[in-house]
């Protein structure tokens, strides 16, 4: 450790973080590119060392590692450290460095004197506001007690919280201080470099107040708010705010608050000029730093001065290889799959690999996926650029992603003339429409041709289990091909090969499928009225594989309840193993295992292989057991589905008698009876195909960990789990060559830091997030509005779960939760309703909810934050409303 107390800001050494915190380092910076910095010093980290040495703060620091941030000790802990630090004595040598440093100011120079911790202002946590600030500070005693505040501040409540909720360790941080001249600003405020509220790069933003800059940074004020155009140098819009007071110095020490005058309360901060002044040194700050900047600025006597600079943490990354000279349009791959979490750097790179793979079988050339916030993202542009193809792409959202194609519109109608030119000859036109439709004409020859052999499938009713033998003999073959593999990088190669090649047999087996969306209407047509029964048609279909897994887990708790020991020691959520040795323990598990060989490759967000199946980690389906043992009826899951598929047999009988009148009445009949048929039977099928391969990405994880376990063994990973922070060639260089290696911390970080990230469905090359559904988001009074995506009506105690894997829920709850995948559904074994914040009418959780008969709502913005536990809700499913009673 450096034993420099001070360093000039204007030191070579100012700019090293681990010295003078982040925050005085990237002071540092923007003084040496000319930026105007006010004049100061730092006093470094060894001061701090200087200070906690000896003393009881590193025993007490331990001890806090050990805590959850919230729990009583931690903030006796944190009251304890602080004290601890404010009552060291300071050393001769830090006293006479800060005294030196000052004395190259005027005697009367007054003081801002900030926190600058080691852990502050970086890009994944800026620490804005959690430690310490003393202003309007004069006289070397005043300053050494204003440091030795802020030093003491690296333990405040917020902070230690902060830390804790980032993943950084308490005992690995450290404080320094940056002491500068006060500004006393005649205005400041904040400017970003990027907006904040859309995310959008190439617009700054700026906030403006008169005074000091506290009261624009503490939300006292409603401040000026500006938009500027980077690209053209365009103020967009200036809002007046309402200042009723400012914060001035008060000249012997501290601040106040004044009243602003009527004059400034109703006029504008900033001139024009101003404006587009402050606009351009942000943009210098943001090419210094490479990143959108947080700067706080000051105003005094016509000149600008910077505060402070620091990355915006809350801004969703701009995928990667995004142009900055077009606009393009990314959509989220995961918000399609039902799964929108982050994923690790392995599954990511294998997912991106796969997408590009795809494509190009079907010989469309380019890289379509692009990474973003741990997310993978495809490049629809192309289609947007196109009306036609626009059309058919909306058209086809309109059913999975109803709020998505909202606001796409939205988008277009501002941004169209945006996007990259297509051709408008007519020559070329017709050799683009050509080349398209000779890619695309197998395909669609495929569809049609299985199409129509579902409409005419003299037995409908038995195409899921005819699907489900084709896809389970298809994906035997692949795994046995991938196992014959000679060694761990050859494996996983094969298993990617096997997914992208399986997309050919699952598609040759689907496309009969889209009898049942051809069926559905043509039923409407000739039952008009018979809404009700086509709905009831697809209840209760026990060949779903997603309702037959549920129907299995239901006869594990029929065991489990047949045996009451094991059903109590179920109920005080003992472990696997505990029940197992319980009285009739052999019979229960002989019922789960049996369910885990048949559907153990299962999980919950699935398509991330990193994650445990369910034959790895059980506890899952042993909590869904114990909320059905706590249902207050005897009715099993194969009880419910009897008596939706009774009810399923009414309506088509129903819908056969009034098709049955006037002289085409015995055809009409006939003809309604076949196509119920089939809407029924190959509705079913909807949920096969990522059954059909998700034994490819259970087989996929075992290879992957395996070669994770082989480069433990040897020394080249501390952990078999660190293999998924690995790229694909990554972990090839290191199976290969002994001596390559990787650091993974930085990565590690960086892939929990993805995981606290909120995806937006689609972000555009320059940052842009939908603006009309983070202002509908941000309406807490209203009812949550959403897609109806099954129908009818439940009121019931909310359960939020964001994550199945230690979901409990009961009988007769309202699941709220992100997503819903296949991983999910066995906990529509005890809910009453459905709320999710991704979905549209013809996602995984829509059709599981409206096959178990429960009314959903999906797609609400935010679902899982405006909803609390426990809160009464009523779910509407025929409007599309939850509406929260309590």
Known sequence: MSQVSTLPLTAERATDGELTGGKAANLARLAGAGLPVPDGFCVTTAAYHDAVDGTAVPDLVDRLDGLEPGEPDAADLGERLRSAIREAPVSERVRAAVTEQLSAFPADAAFAVRSSATAEDLPGASFAGQHETVLDVSGPEAVVAAVRACQASLFTDRAIAYRARNGIDHGEVSMAVVVQEMVDADASGIAFTADPVTGTRTVTTIDAGYGLGEAQVGGRVTADTVRVDERSGEILDYRVGEPEQAVRPTGGGGTERVPVSEA????????????????????????????????????????????????????????????????????????????????????????????????????????????????????????????????????????????????????????????????TDAVSRIRTAGSLCSRLAPRVAEMVVGLVSGLVDPDPLSAPVRTRRFYGARCDEAVGRIRAGADHDTRIRRAMNETAASLEWVFEEFYPFYAAMVARPLLERLCPDGRDDIEALVRGIDDDPVTAMNLALGDVAVVARENPAVADALRAGEEYETVRRREGGEAFAAALDAFLDEYGFRAAGEIDFSRPRYRDDP?????????????????????????????????????????????????????????????????????????????????TREQVLGAGETLTETGRLDDPEDVWLLRLDELATLLDDPEASVDLSDRRREFERHQRLRPPRFVTSDGEVPRARVERASDPSAALAGTGASAG????????????????????????????????????????????????RLTHGSLVAREHGIPAVVAVDDATARIRSGQRVRVDGDRGIVDRLE
């Open 619 to 699: 506890a899952p389906l042993l909590r869904t057991v114990r909320g059905l043992l706590a249902a207050d009826t005897d009715e099993s899951p194969r009880d419910r589905s009897r008596r939706l598929r009774a009810r399923a047999t009414a309506a088509r009988e129903r819908l056969r008698s009034a098709a049955d009148t006037g002289i085409a009445g015995p055809v009409r009949r006939r003809l309604v009876d076949h196509l119920a048929a089939v809407y029924r039977g190959y509705f079913g099928v909807r949920e096969l195909p990522k059954f059909g391969i998700s034994p490819l990405f259970a087989e």
């Open 264 to 423: 400034d309360s109703t006029g504008r901060v900033l001139t024009d000029d101003q404006v587009l002044t402050l606009a351009a040194y942000g943009d210098r700050i943001e090419s210094l730093f490479d990143e959108p900047q947080d700067v706080e600025w000051a105003l005094a006597d016509g000149r600008f001065h910077v505060l402070q600079a620091r990355p915006v943490t809350a801004l969703f990354p701009v995928p990667d290889g995004a142009p900055t000279d077009e606009l393009r349009v990314y959509y989220s791959f995961g918000h399609r799959q039902g799964m929108p979490d982050a994923m690790p750097p392995f599954v990511l790179d294998y997912w991106r690999r796969l997408t590009d793979e795809v494509t190009a079988q079907f010989g469309i050339p380019g890289r379509f996926g692009a990474e973003a916030g741990g997310r993978l993202y495809i490049d629809i542009t192309p289609y947007l650029a196109r009306p036609r193809l626009r059309d058919l792409l909306f058209d086809r959202f309109e059913a999975i992603d109803e709020p998505m194609v909202a606001d796409l519109r939205d988008l277009l109608d501002e941004r169209a003339d945006e996007l990259p030119p297509v051709e």
């Open 793 to 840: 009506v439940v009121e019931g105690v909310a359960r939020v779960v964001t994550t199945p894997a230690t979901a409990d829920l009961e009988a007769g709850e309202i699941l709220v939760c992100p997503y819903v995948d296949p991983g999910w559904t066995p906990l529509f074994l005890n809910a009453a309703g459905l709320v999710t914040e991704v979905g549209g």
